[in-house]
């Protein structure tokens, strides 16, 4: 069965980190772009983060650039985003997807995601 599952979601305090993985059964990760969305509650799902197929360049969506960074482990077959200095306002449901190389320069693009990952929760509250 082709599937993504994504882990490391949890509750943290406004300046904590978490690290997101986001696993692949069934096949490879790195014939695909990957990436990172979330989903708050009343609002419609956004491009985080992604990192595209060739060269495996990495786009942020402005309200997390210097404090989110992604990551591919082709040996593990698996991407991460870790998160530092989190707020409130990140509080969302994370989903992991993939991208067919095609789309690989529009890869935060949900419109574009050929598979989503079940997601994981990320709550930032003290």
């Known amino acids: 069965q082709l599937q993504l599952v994504e882990s490391g979601g949890g509750l943290v305090q406004p300046g904590g980190s978490l690290r997101l993985a986001c696993a692949a059964s069934?096949?490879?990760?790195?014939?695909?772009?990957i990436g990172w969305f979330r989903q708050a509650p009343g609002k419609e799902r956004e491009g985080v983060s992604c990192?595209?197929?060739?060269?495996?360049?990495?786009y942020y969506a402005d309200s997390v650039k210097g404090r989110f960074t992604i990551s591919r482990d082709n040996a593990k077959n698996t991407v991460y985003l870790q998160m530092n200095s989190l707020k409130p306002e990140d509080t969302a449901v994370y989903y992991c997807a993939t991208v067919p190389p095609l789309f690989d320069y529009v890869c935060m693009e949900p419109s574009v995601v050929d598979r989503w990952g079940q997601g994981t929760q990320v709550t930032i509250s003290s």
């Open positions: 069934g096949f490879t990760l790195d014939r695909y772009a």
């Open positions: 990192i595209s197929r060739i060269a495996s360049r990495t």
